[in-house]
Structure formats: structure tokens, C-alpha cells
């Protein structure tokens, strides 16, 4: 039994705006993919 909360990050509660920043990172990720799929099919095809 653990007599101590356990003390890792991942437990612990994040801000809002690191939940932001990640959602905005993922989604201008996800707008390059889609960017870089249709220029080499412009380009190729």
C-alpha cells in the first residue's frame, strides 16, 4: 500500500492554457500534413 501520494506529473492537474497550446501544436501539425499530402500530389500526380 502506498502511504504517500505518489508524485508524478502526470497526475497532476494541467492549466488550461498548456491544454491550448497542445490543441493548437496538434492542429497546426495535423494542417501541415494535410498541406504537405496535397502539394506532392499536385506535383507527382
Known amino acids: ?3 504517500e501520494p505518489a508524485n508524478c506529473p502526470l497526475l497532476e492537474p494541467h492549466d488550461a492554457r ?3 497550446l497542445r490543441n493548437r ?3 497546426a501539425n495535423a494542417i501541415a500534413w494535410v498541406v ?4 506532392i500530389g ?3 500526380f
Open 36 to 39: 504537405i499530402i496535397v502539394m
Open 18 to 20: 498548456d491544454r491550448k
Open 1 to 3: 500500500m502506498i502511504a
Open 25 to 27: 501544436i496538434i492542429l
Open 42 to 44: 499536385l506535383v507527382f
